[in-house]
Structure formats: structure tokens, C-alpha cells
């Protein structure tokens, strides 16, 4: 059933396939909201849309949208919610998005947008000059920005984080960006989530990111970052997910890791640590999640407590040698451990049977 009141107009999760018909009767001078999200609606977005002036929250996500963005959606200038993610629109982001300078909170995610903003707006709303094949537009208000699983291209703008300080989260992930993370994001004082996964980005992890207090969940996983795991983002006080798996990273673990006592998601697989666990051990006593495969890691402590919320451990792949641990049984929690591709000798601990817990012991060939 179609929700029809005045200001706002909603069917969500319904059968509505025709878009034109469904706004039929709205006022264009007094609807504030529409939200058609997992819907069965389908085709290029009309152009009428752009009749709703006064329109505030627009959300079409998963539909079967497809084309590019109509230009009357310049129009909507006082828009604060845009939500198109998870439909099968392609093309650029183009310029009419930049100009909603009202925006608070954008997805595009899920679609096939590539290419660039023309014109990106401005700390003073203004428009300014191109910034780049793959750039992103600079709006200014947005505190919710996710432009992830597109086609996006080029580096991430270098004055970010002046123009968007107030972001809150940023995911960029599942692209084609390239470049280094500017220096400038370590201004995004309010920023709580950042996903960069999953794209072309190098160089090292910048060290300016003490003062963004805020930030719990960090995946920068799956690029071709450098060096080592800056202090700053260690001490973190609010930190609790930290994903930098598949990268280019090398540096012994005790150098920094000491610092993340709050983690409770560890992921550094497929780098290049070296060293002991004894700085994991001795330090980060609430993880859950410690993923730590494909590494140089060459000594594993006698003893693996305290860890007494750990659920996935996985040390496969580096060149842990000796007895497994004789203590992994008194880890509670535990239901997955994986200890592959080392070069462990002895037996396996014998544990409690009255836990459900599989380890894989594997010598390496």
C-alpha cells in the first residue's frame, strides 16, 4: 500500500513499478519526502523529479534504475538526503550533484558511476575548476558520503579534509582510486568510519591522524600501502576496527601495536610483519577477530592468554616454528583457529571436549 501524506510519500519493499504514476496527486510545492527504496522501479530517473523544488529526502535505493543522473535534479537545492545506491546507474556524477550544497548525507554506492565531478563545489559554495579524472565533489555539509563498488578513478581530492570536515563517515571502497591519502584527512576531526578497501592507493599511511578521536573503524585492506603502522593511529581512543590486510606494509609488531588496547578487530594479513606475537599477547586483551596470515612472523609465545573474547584466530602462512601453544584450549571462545603453512612440530593440546572448536595443524611442506 502506498503511503500517501501530504508532505511525505513512502512504499518501501513494495510491488510499485511505475514511477510517473506513483507520484501522481503530489503537491510540488509541499512534498518534503520520497522514499521508494526496494521497489521494482525501473528506467532512467524522470525529469519531473526536479518539479519537487522543496524536496528534502530522496531515497530510490535498490530499484533497477539505469543512465545517468538527470540534470533536473539541480533543481532540488534543498536536498539533504540522496540515497541511489544499489541501482544500475552509470555515467559521471554529474555537475547538478555538486551543486546541492544543502546535502548532509549521500550514497551512491552499488552503481557503475566513473569519471569525475566538473565542477566540485567550493568551501564557500561557489563552484570551482576540475580537480582531476576520478576526483569527488567537495560538498561541503554532507557528513555521510559512500561512493563505494563503482568505477570511480583518480586520486582522492588533496583538500578533503578541509572542505569536508565534517564528514563523519567515508567510504570510497571498491573502486579504482589511485594516489596517496592526503595529508589533509587528518583534519576530519568528527570522522567515526573510513573504507578506502579495495583500491589503487599507495604510499605510507599518513601519521597526522591523532586528532581524529572519533575514528573507530578503519579498512584501508587491499592496497598497495607501505612502511609501517603510524603510532597515531594506534592511540586512537575510540579505535576498535582496524583492517589493513593485503597490502605492501613491513614493519615489526611491536613497533606500534602495543598502543591499540581498545582493538577489537585486528586484520593484518598478506603483508610483511616480522617479529613475535608477544606484543598482541601482552597488549590487546579484547580481540575477537586477530587475522594475521602471510606475514614474516617468526616466534609464537609459550602461552596465548589472555584473550578471553577471541573467536577467529588465523596464523597460517608465516614461519612459526615449535610446540603449538600448550594453553590454546583455555581460549573460551574460540571456533575458528588456523595455523597452516608453519613449520609447528609436536602434537596437537589436547582441549575440553565439551567445547566445539576445529584447529587445523598443518607442517609446511
Not at 554529474?94 to 548532509?104: I, K, P, W, Y
Request: glycine share 8%.
Amino acid at each position: 500500500m502506498l503511503w500517501r501524506r501530504g508532505r511525505l510519500l513512502s512504499r518501501k519493499s513494495g510491488e510499485i513499478t511505475e514511477f510517473i504514476e506513483a507520484l501522481s496527486g503530489c503537491n510540488n510545492n509541499t512534498l518534503l519526502t520520497l522514499e521508494f527504496s526496494s521497489n521494482k522501479l525501473g528506467g532512467n530517473i524522470p525529469v519531473s523529479l526536479g518539479h519537487f523544488k522543496y524536496l528534502e529526502y530522496l531515497r530510490l535505493r535498490r530499484n533497477s534504475f539505469i543512465g545517468a543522473l538527470p540534470t533536473s535534479k539541480g533543481n532540488l537545492s534543498h536536498l539533504v538526503n540522496l540515497d541511489l545506491a544499489f541501482n544500475q546507474m552509470n555515467g559521471t556524477i554529474s555537475e547538478t550533484v555538486g551543486q546541492l550544497t544543502d546535502l548532509a548525507y549521500l550514497d551512491l554506492s552499488g552503481n557503475s558511476w566513473e569519471g569525475v565531478v566538473d565542477k566540485p563545489i567550493q568551501s564557500d559554495g561557489s563552484l570551482g575548476n576540475p580537480i582531476g579524472l576520478g576526483s569527488i565533489p567537495l560538498w561541503k555539509n554532507v557528513t555521510s558520503l559512500s561512493l563505494r563498488n563503482n568505477s570511480l578513478s583518480g586520486a582522492i581530492p588533496l583538500n578533503i579534509g578541509h572542505e569536508m570536515s565534517g564528514l563523519t563517515d567515508l567510504d570510497l571502497s571498491r573502486n579504482l582510486v589511485t594516489g596517496s591519502i592526503p595529508a589533509s584527512m587528518g583534519k576530519m576531526r568528527y570522522l567515526q568510519f573510513l573504507d578506502l578497501s579495495n583500491n589503487y592507493l599507495y604510499g605510507e599511511i599518513p601519521s597526522n591522524w591523532h586528532n581524529i578521536e572519533r575514528l573507530r573503524d578503519i579498512d584501508l585492506s587491499s592496497n598497495n600501502f607501505s612502511g609501517g603502522i603510524p603510532s597515531s593511529i594506534c592511540s586512537l581512543p575510540s579505535l576498535v576496527w582496524l583492517k589493513l590486510s593485503r597490502n605492501n606494509l613491513s614493519e615489526e609488531l611491536s613497533v606500534s601495536l602495543p598502543d591499540c588496547k581498545g582493538l577489537l578487530f585486528l586484520d593484518l594479513g598478506e603483508n610483511k610483519f616480522f617479529g613475535t606475537l608477544q606484543p598482541i599477547v601482552e597488549n590487546l586483551f579484547n580481540l575477537s577477530y586477530l587475522g594475521l596470515r602471510a606475514n614474516r612472523l617468526t616466534d609464537i609465545p609459550e602461552q596465548l592468554c589472555p584473550f578471553p573474547n577471541l573467536h577467529i584466530l588465523d596464523l597460517a602462512c608465516n614461519y612459526l616454528s615449535g610446540a603449538i601453544p600448550s594453553n590454546w584450549h583455555s581460549l573460551k571462545e574460540l571456533s575458528y583457529m588456523e595455523l597452516s603453512n608453519n613449520s609447528f612440530s609436536g602434537g596437537i593440546p589436547v582441549r575440553e571436549t565439551n567445547v566445539a572448536q576445529y584447529a587445523r595443524h598443518k607442517k609446511a611442506s
